[in-house]
């Protein structure tokens, strides 16, 4: 029998979730052994960040922002070149020349580099501003390698090294799904993933990308100064966009679902109607929404305003994810909150946290959110 109350799928972000600074995963996220692990524990499927190298390889990793052209020193061990000290970027090198200057072996999670381990979570949420872009900045310099060995086991060496899109889903294909999150400015990457996830049916549920121009203000996103400087949701959700990942991609022949990412510095939250009408652009049937984009302290108001947009979004015929950051560690009362309010999916870091409410949501309904008190 099923249950009477609606299963929302659970996408690990990144694997298992974020490894970066504050962060409480331990396998180095958009890696293998992360995908493996989220397969172990029975998601429904993962997002993955990719970028497309200068000789067309689309890579997983999750790199600087969008417009840095991919500064990969956060997440790989050896992130800069010797010779000329300078971080590499993807966008700008040749996967070969990644591959043969080691630049792809990956860094440790963060959380393992911590002698406190756990209790540095806790540390890194009490600190000032200037202390977090300090212990930022020392991850970014730490050299430390993900582990030859977990377990008392051998990992594999290319279990350790940023894996190519090609690659995962020849792994994983028919054992779980993907979202494939575009980044960078090369509106290449898009036809590049079509092509790839052409030869394994199924296996990316969709694509997503914060880098899509909002009807109407097409001209006012792509000038940096402008975008930076208006704060209109409206206008301008996502701030400065150097280029749309998404338009060369819309109605693709493989129908493969679009999601719209909106990004979680600009404040307000951008209005639901106006949400709707950037995925309508796009025939986009997703939108994902950071988790604190409508948070004011007060759980209960804004478990509602989450709810609102919600019912605005599903009245519209869309759909709505929601997702957790990379540098803090999911709390319960977050994953409650948009279960409560009816989103269709999440993406969480904690994912055994995550599978535990969402299946006992199926089971007792209202009475699993042991903290969320509407």
């Known amino acids: 029998m099923g249950s009477k109350y609606p299963r929302v799928s659970i ?38 960040d990719t970028w497309l190298t200068k000789d067309g390889e689309v890579i997983v990793l999750h790199g600087g922002g969008g417009d840095t052209g991919g500064i990969i020193k956060e997440n790989v061990a050896h992130g800069v070149n010797s010779a000329t000290q300078e971080a590499y970027r993807v966008q700008d090198c040749t996967h070969s020349e990644l591959v043969q200057n080691d630049a792809l072996l990956l860094k440790d999670a963060w959380i393992n580099t911590q002698p406190d381990g756990p209790l540095a979570v806790t540390h890194f949420a009490c600190v000032d501003k200037k202390e977090k872009v300090h212990m930022h900045h020392m991850y970014e310099e730490c050299a430390q390698p993900f582990p030859a060995e977990l377990n008392g086991k051998k990992v594999e060496e290319k279990f350790r090294r940023a894996p190519l899109l090609r690659e995962l889903l020849h792994h994983f294909h ?3 799904k993907f979202n494939v999150e575009l980044k960078g400015t090369n509106p290449m990457l898009g036809p590049k993933v079509l092509e790839i996830a052409q030869a394994y049916p199924g296996t990316v549920a969709k694509i997503s990308s914060f880098f899509w ?162």
């Open 213 to 374: 121009f909002p009807p109407g203000a097409e001209s006012l996103v792509t000038d940096a100064e402008r975008a930076s400087s208006t704060s209109d949701p409206l206008m301008c959700p996502n701030g400065h966009i150097p280029h749309d990942l998404l338009e060369p991609i819309k109605s693709n022949a493989l129908g493969i679902p679009l999601a719209l990412l909106f990004d979680l510095t600009h404040k307000p939250l951008c209005p639901p109607h106006r949400m709707l009408e950037c995925m309508r652009k796009y025939g986009a049937p997703w939108c994902h929404l950071y988790e604190g984009k409508w948070k004011e302290n007060n759980p209960q108001k804004d478990a509602h305003r989450l709810k609102e947009v919600v019912d605005v979004v599903h009245a519209g015929g869309g759909k709505v994810m929601t997702w957790w950051g990379g540098h803090a560690a999911d709390k319960r009362i977050d994953v409650e909150t948009s279960i409560w309010a009816g989103v269709d999916e999440i993406c969480p870091n904690n994912i055994r946290q995550a599978k535990d409410i969402v299946d006992a949501w199926c089971l007792c309904g209202p009475a699993a959110l042991t903290e969320f008190k509407n």
């Open 11 to 48: 996408f690990g972000h990144r694997g298992s979730g974020a490894t970066g600074v504050g962060c409480e995963s331990t396998l180095t996220e958009n890696s293998y052994l992360a995908i493996e692990d989220a397969v172990e524990v029975g998601l429904d499927g993962v997002e993955i």
């Open 174 to 176: 028919g054992r779980i």
